[in-house]
């Protein structure tokens, strides 16, 4: 079983993304946009005070009938992080991204931010181990038949 930190390491873009919370909505649109995400975390003098998804912008803009260009980051955004240790395993991970009905998971190492996993990157390892099962058991049934 893999942890968080063997995931984050997995993955091809290790970046972490932030905006503050005083930035536009429209920014973080913008920025999410270009990076190909659907979240970003929050931050104030290098600490996490939030995140925003796409979902945060659908509920609490779209249907509320705000702007993106006027509302600002800290309007909208879920003060109420959940992360996980560095060293959870991946199925705790996804336990806790179903249980809060969550997407993405920043990864702490105490109180060091050491990047997010979202739960694309958590099916990816799922499927990854499973193919690499698969090959093992095939390999094994094949030289075991000569």
């Known amino acids: 079983m893999k942890t968080a930190r063997q995931v984050l390491e997995s993955k091809a873009n290790q970046a972490i993304f932030s905006i503050p919370p005083t930035a536009?909505?429209?920014a973080a649109l913008q920025l999410m946009a270009e990076k190909g995400i659907g979240a970003l975390l929050v931050m104030e003098q290098q600490k996490i005070v939030g995140i925003i998804s796409e979902r945060d912008?659908?509920?609490?803009?779209?249907?509320?009938q705000?702007?993106?260009?006027?509302t600002l980051v800290r309007e909208i955004m879920t003060t109420?992080?959940?992360?996980?240790?560095?060293?959870?395993?991946?199925?705790?991970?996804?336990?806790?991204?179903?249980?809060?009905?969550?997407?993405?998971?920043?990864?702490?190492?105490s109180d060091q931010l050491l990047g997010m996993i979202s739960i694309g990157d958590l099916v990816n390892d799922?499927?990854?181990?499973q193919r690499f099962t698969i090959e093992q058991l095939e390999h094994y049934i094949h030289g075991g038949s000569r």
């Open 24 to 26: 536009t909505v429209y």
């Open 57 to 64: 912008y659908a509920r609490k803009v779209i249907l509320m």
């Open 66 to 70: 705000r702007t993106s260009r006027e």
């Open 80 to 109: 109420a992080v959940i992360y996980v240790r560095a060293d959870q395993t991946t199925d705790e991970c996804m336990a806790l991204m179903t249980r809060h009905r969550l997407r993405h998971l920043p990864v702490m190492n």
């Open 126 to 129: 799922i499927i990854s181990e």
